[in-house]
């Protein structure tokens, strides 16, 4: 009968004295004086070295949980990545100090240009309110000449004088005086549009040095 190789592993060696052990007891009729080997107990060496492994795979195990906990950490944001990687539109990215300066510079441009525009309406609104103030210092003397014209007037009625020749110079000043309050009235109108025009620019400087003092 053939007898199997002995291992040089002890696993190895118990699990071929089991076949050894069973065969025996398949042939024990037939050998009646063959003894049964017994199995031999673990050394302290096996014990230790399996405590061993047992001890590197925990290690093993750890390292790979680690490993595992680090790899879903770097790629929890790779959902977002995907989504921002098939976006076909390019967006380029401007630095605030970038943009404090651009503003800067846009405001130093402008308000030059803004307090120009509001020496100039205050220049205007100054030379419209003198026009106006000679107007109404016209209109006062053309009234005043009207009511002087009128006793006048009164004083030829009353001293018999033609009653057409009145009526002509009264048209006449009359006349006149309407000229001189559609003057008026349009000198007036262009005034308030000076006016309105000047705060509205006024209104845009105070707005635009805001903005430039809150950002600097």
């Known amino acids: 009968m053939l007898m199997p190789r002995q291992s040089s592993f002890p696993q190895h060696q118990m699990m071929?004295?089991?076949?050894q052990q069973g065969q025996g007891q398949f042939d024990a009729p037939y050998l009646p004086q063959m003894q049964q080997q017994q199995m031999p107990?673990?050394?302290?060496?096996?014990?230790?070295?399996?405590?061993?492994?047992?001890?590197?795979?925990?290690?093993?195990?750890?390292?790979?949980?680690?490993?595992?906990?680090t790899l879903e950490f770097a790629i929890q944001d790779h959902p977002r990545l995907m989504t921002v990687l098939k976006s076909r539109r390019h967006f380029d990215l401007v630095s605030?100090?970038?943009?404090?300066?651009?503003?800067?510079?846009?405001?130093?441009?402008?308000?030059?240009?803004?307090?120009?525009?509001?020496?100039?309406?205050?220049?205007?609104?100054?030379?419209?309110?003198?026009r106006a103030v000679a107007l109404k210092n016209k209109n006062e003397s053309l009234q005043q000449r009207i009511q002087n014209l009128r006793s006048i007037d009164l004083h030829q009625s009353k001293l018999n004088n033609t009653a057409h020749v009145?009526?002509?110079?009264?048209?006449?000043?009359?006349r006149e005086q309407q000229m001189l309050r559609k003057q008026l009235e349009e000198r007036s109108q262009r005034l308030a549009q000076l006016k309105a025009r000047k705060e509205a620019l006024l209104a845009t400087a105070d707005k635009l040095e805001t903005e430039t003092q809150?950002?600097?």
């Open 41 to 69: 107990q673990p050394s302290q060496h096996l014990i230790s070295s399996l405590q061993h492994c047992v001890s590197s795979t925990a290690s093993c195990v750890q390292t790979m949980k680690e490993a595992i906990d």
């Open 16 to 19: 071929q004295q089991q076949q």
């Open 166 to 174: 009145d009526a002509e110079a009264e048209q006449q000043d009359t």
């Open 96 to 130: 605030q100090r970038d943009i404090e300066v651009a503003r800067e510079h846009v405001a130093s441009e402008v308000r030059p240009h803004i307090e120009e525009l509001c020496r100039r309406a205050s220049a205007e609104i100054a030379r419209q309110d003198r």
């Open 214 to 216: 809150g950002h600097i």
